[in-house]
Nanobody, 129 residues
């Protein structure tokens, strides 16, 4: 089993920034290097959607809504993945979920929920206008 714990959410004004963290651990977890990591989000009344992902073998991919504003990064030594979010707007209000899968795949696959085996509980991000 792999556990993912998100943190860093909160209330921020439009135009502000937040940095989310996702810490990975667990009985079967070995090294973050071997894992693909992603952020998804779910706004009220909407389906969960892809935000950003980083591949185990290197490389990142972003949703169009995140490009130029969000940056996903990973600290393999600490088993933590980050999502730096800048220039936030009210449309970014959602619960943000961290997800992971072990192994190698193409970047395009990391944009879909079915690619992931483990999910965190989520952290709330609220952007006020």
């Amino acid at each position: 089993q792999v556990q993912l714990i998100e943190s860093g959410g909160g209330l921020v004004q439009a135009g502000g920034s937040l940095k989310l963290s996702c810490a990975a651990s667990g009985r079967t977890f070995d090294r973050l290097t071997f894992y693909n990591m992603a952020w998804f989000r779910q706004a009220p009344g909407k389906e969960r959607e892809f935000v950003a992902a980083t591949r185990s073998g290197g490389g990142t991919t972003y949703a169009d809504s995140a490009k130029g504003r969000f940056t996903i990064s990973r600290d393999n030594a600490r088993n933590v993945v980050f999502l730096q979010m800048n220039t936030l707007n009210p449309e970014d209000t959602a619960i943000y979920y961290c997800a992971t899968s072990r192994g190698q795949t193409i970047l395009e696959n990391l944009r879909t929920e079915v690619e992931y085996d483990y999910w965190g509980q989520g952290t709330q991000v609220t952007v006020s206008s």
